[in-house]
């Protein structure tokens, strides 16, 4: 008996050893995923030898004889350090994520491949020039080097995720860079949540005005009357399970906004230009952005250098500087997206009615792959207008009558989308002018861009497509529109010219943050769902109200977290709830007190959100019905005005589903009530301990794993942060995810371009440089980018070597 024991405990024993033995090697295997900081590797179409050197921050440093090598260069780095990020964009661009996602990424597929996203791409091959189309080439081969490099015994050839989940990729091509291009339209795409949204309001049977108190404009336009969209044509009243829940593809369309600046040598100190943009996209590990330096090396002649944040897939600065020029952009959000309601022959399914009478759909079946459930066939179906949106998108086929479908037309979706020629390294481009002719070639998505060059001139310039409308067109972009009448239809574009642009302007500063960037003068509709211009104002408070800029002033202004929206809303609030006379005086009070800052640190910014959020579910949710969870969201502007006492079109407090009629004062004053129960459940009874910034973590979310509980923080980037929806230093909110305060929104890049000394500009993303979670840089820069602090990229040789952590030879091969 005894001998069995041993036995049993030897071969315990031996079974522990085995298991620490396999973790041990699958910790090394996935360890040496991780690339090498130094390595030589021969690429195809190089026309010399290249050097890359990665500074101790991970941004490599491209020195390369020619443009082309230097996106072959480009190109193999991304591979290196964003492999991942990169097969994901371009299969979402596919529609092909189900091969590797199964069934949950299906409803995404189906979109995408309905709207043909990489068939234009493919098509938008052919009209570039060769000059360009070498380019891609060259930026392609760079990744497939990588892709067929020869590896050592213990070097694994792909990152950890495409070995969790057995997946091998394909080759890269032109078209996949198109196509990423493509992906951040869509995801900068506004007009087409609006209309949507609206759409989905009306089938609740609200009017016109309602819709306007709802969603109301705050800017200097104004709109003629929304029609009433039942009126156009026929709505139903979906059920409250249809249209209720959000789906990831709603949730990953329209979530671009930012902040830029520019202000000339006369207001600056140093009698130079300084400039400051920060793109505000969702938060993701990696982070969008990945930070390089190219610099064109020949011979006899100075180095020309271009430096800021790269797209991985595409071979462009999408945003920085070079030795004479730096450019920042935000997202204009022009209405360059319609939704036409199709109405289908009642005699013969397979046609539509236009206003020349019935015309067949074009028809075509789609094979998608998906993972564990073979093959599914779907049917494409496009109109004149454009492709016909999937029926379970937004639920469109339960918001409208049978018989009736809904069609999108986009500038995006076009055969001769040269957008991406625009942004190709040109070292002739070398001044404000310069920039702003090569913006001819600008299709979408519509930025504002401003600029400004070493000889002290700035400017800004809205290049894009942007459709001409009728002007007896009254819906004027906002809501869907009856396919069959011609009023409808687009009439052509705006020339190139008539695009809003200024140049050296006599305030010596320019400024955008979504609102509106034309005045009251310009001729031509851009759209007339700005943002509300919190954001702007503030910037004008901070940056064109005031003179002897620096780069400190700079940094403030890209710190700063007072909301403007709030502190007005906030006295409204206050007062309706003291109004009310039941409301708990300590909260009111110290909310009193609070100045709207969205500190950290403090209290104050997570009770007045949570009471917001309260609030907006208190008074809405019974007038929206299954509309709410869309609606449901931060909406200063909506609850001011109903304070102000603007929005009249109903009684908006009163709860339809009770006989008593309720006030806002109540409303409000119970809203404080229920905020305050839910945060004490949250985070503990004590209030003298809360604090906004770890409720409002910056939630950098890895794709697919920081969904699994248990791995999710080894790929998820998580820290405390600052600000809010309406403050400069921005984090987006979401009321109804669970929790409902992450910041999953914010500045992803920050940068200040300072031509006083170019080589001391700042730089910093969310994340790190390396999207491989084993790596050191793959969280790196997440504190400092939380602290408002930034990295300095040098491009001068000298500088370089005192920061190398290793060097890369690329020779021809």
């Known amino acids: 008996m005894k001998r069995v024991l041993q036995w049993i405990g030897w071969a315990a024993a031996l079974v522990v050893a085995l298991a620490l033995l396999a973790i041990g090697a699958a910790y090394v295997a996935f360890r040496n995923t991780v690339p090498s900081a130094s390595g030589t590797l021969a690429v195809a179409g190089l026309s010399g030898p290249v050097e890359i050197v990665r500074d101790?921050?991970?941004?490599?440093?491209?020195?390369?004889?020619?443009?082309?090598?230097?996106?072959?260069?480009?190109?193999f780095l991304h591979a290196q350090d964003r492999l991942w990020q990169m097969e994901l964009t371009r299969r979402a661009g596919q529609g092909r994520l189900s091969e590797i996602f199964g069934e949950r990424t299906l409803g995404f597929d189906i979109f995408v491949r309905t709207l043909d996203l990489y068939g234009y791409a493919e098509r938008s091959e052919a009209v570039l020039s060769p000059e360009v189309r070498r380019s891609l080439e060259a930026y392609a081969r760079g990744v497939n080097a990588f892709l067929t490099r020869d590896i050592g015994p213990l070097e694994p050839r792909l990152p950890p995720e495409f070995l969790l989940l057995r997946h091998t990729p394909e080759p890269w091509r032109v078209a996949d860079s198109l196509v990423t291009a493509k992906m951040m339209a869509l995801n900068l795409s506004t007009?087409?949540?609006?209309?949507?949204?609206?759409?989905a309001l009306a089938a609740e049977g609200l009017t016109s005005a309602e819709i306007e108190d709802l969603m109301p404009h705050d800017s200097g336009d104004v709109p003629p009357p929304l029609p009433e969209l039942a009126q156009l044509y026929p709505l139903r009243r979906p059920g409250v399970a249809k249209h209720a829940s959000r789906?990831?593809?709603?949730?990953?369309?329209?979530?671009?906004?930012?902040?830029?600046?520019?202000?000339?040598?006369?207001?600056?100190?140093?009698?130079?230009?300084?400039?400051?943009?920060?793109?505000?996209?969702?938060?993701?590990?990696?982070s969008t952005w990945y930070l390089a330096h190219l610099a064109l090396v020949r011979p006899k002649t100075a180095a020309i250098n271009v430096v800021g944040a790269t797209l991985a897939g595409l071979p462009l600065v999408v945003l920085g500087r070079s030795d004479t020029l730096a450019w920042g952009f935000t997202n204009t959000g022009p209405d360059v997206q319609d939704v036409f309601i199709e109405k289908i022959n009642p005699g013969d399914p397979k046609q539509y009615l236009t206003p020349d009478g019935w015309r067949p759909f074009q028809i075509e079946p789609m094979a998608i792959a998906v993972r564990g459930a073979g093959v599914r066939i779907v049917e494409r179906r496009r109109t004149r207008h454009g492709p016909v949106l999937p029926g379970g998108y937004r639920d469109v086929e339960g918001l409208l009558a049978p018989g009736y479908v809904a069609a999108l037309q986009w500038t995006a979706l076009s055969d001769?989308?040269?957008?991406?020629?625009?942004?190709?390294?040109?070292?002739?481009?070398r001044n404000v002018r310069d920039y702003m002719e090569r913006m001819r070639q600008y299709v979408v998505p519509m930025q504002s861009m401003v600029l400004a060059d070493i000889d002290g001139n700035i400017g800004m310039i809205a290049p894009g497509r942007v459709p001409v409308r009728d002007p007896g067109n009254q819906v004027a972009g906002r809501a869907p529109v009856p396919g069959w009448d011609a009023t409808y239809d687009w009439k052509g574009y705006l020339r190139f010219e008539d695009l809003p642009r200024v140049e050296n302007p006599p305030s010596g500063a320019i400024a955008t943050a979504n609102a509106s960037i034309v005045g009251p003068d310009y001729p031509y509709h851009l759209t007339y769902d700005w943002d509300v211009a919190f954001r702007?104002?503030?910037?004008?408070?901070?940056?064109?109200?005031?003179?002897?800029?620096d780069v400190t002033s700079m940094r403030a202004a890209q710190a700063d977290v007072l909301s403007l929206a709030f502190a007005r809303l906030k006295p409204l609030m206050i007062a309706a709830a003291r109004g009310a006379g039941s409301a708990d005086r300590a909260s009111l009070d110290r909310l009193e007190?609070?100045?709207?800052?969205?500190?950290?640190?403090?209290?104050?910014?997570?009770?007045?959100?949570?009471?917001?959020?309260?609030?907006?579910?208190?008074?809405?949710?019974?007038?929206?019905?299954?509309?709410?969870?869309?609606?449901?969201?931060t909406r200063a502007l909506t609850l001011t005005r109903l304070l102000e006492g603007r929005a009249v079109s109903r009684d908006w407090c009163d709860d339809r589903r009770t006989p008593e009629h309720e006030t806002c004062d109540v409303l409000i004053a119970g809203a404080l009530r229920a905020a305050l129960s839910e945060l004490e459940r949250r985070h503990g009874t004590d209030p003298t301990r809360w604090r906004w910034g770890p409720v409002h973590f910056a939630?950098?979310?890895?794709?697919?794993?920081?969904?699994?509980?248990?791995?999710?923080?080894?790929?998820?980037?998580?820290?405390?942060s600052p600000g809010g929806t309406y403050t400069l230093n921005r984090g987006i909110v979401d009321f109804a995810d669970d929790p409902p305060f992450p910041n999953r929104g914010a500045s992803t890049y920050r940068a200040i371009y300072d031509f006083a000394d170019l080589e001391h500009s700042l730089y910093i993303q969310t994340t790190g440089q390396s999207g491989n979670p084993f790596s050191h840089s793959y969280r790196s820069f997440a504190d400092r980018w939380a602290k408002v602090e930034y990295i300095e990229i040098p491009t001068k040789r000298e500088a370089i070597a005192k920061v190398a952590a290793g060097t890369w030879h690329l020779t021809p091969r």
């Open 247 to 286: 789906d990831e593809l709603a949730a990953r369309i329209g979530g671009g906004a930012s902040n830029n600046w520019v202000v000339s040598g006369a207001r600056t100190r140093s009698g130079k230009p300084l400039l400051a943009n920060d793109p505000h996209l969702h938060l993701t590990a990696p």
């Open 191 to 199: 007009n087409l949540n609006h209309e949507m949204t609206r759409l």
């Open 416 to 429: 001769d989308d040269t957008t991406i020629a625009a942004g190709v390294f040109d070292p002739s481009i």
């Open 593 to 633: 007190r609070w100045d709207g800052n969205m500190r950290a640190d403090l209290a104050e910014p997570l009770i007045f959100m949570a009471w917001e959020r309260e609030t907006i579910r208190a008074i809405y949710r019974d007038d929206l019905g299954a509309a709410f969870e869309r609606f449901f969201a």
């Open 56 to 75: 101790n921050e991970g941004v490599p440093h491209v020195f390369a004889p020619t443009t082309d090598d230097l996106f072959s260069a480009l190109g």
């Open 699 to 720: 939630f950098g979310e890895h794709r697919p794993f920081g969904f699994i509980p248990g791995i999710a923080s080894f790929f998820n980037v998580e820290v405390p």
């Open 536 to 549: 702007l104002n503030r910037i004008k408070e901070l940056i064109l109200d005031r003179d002897s800029h």
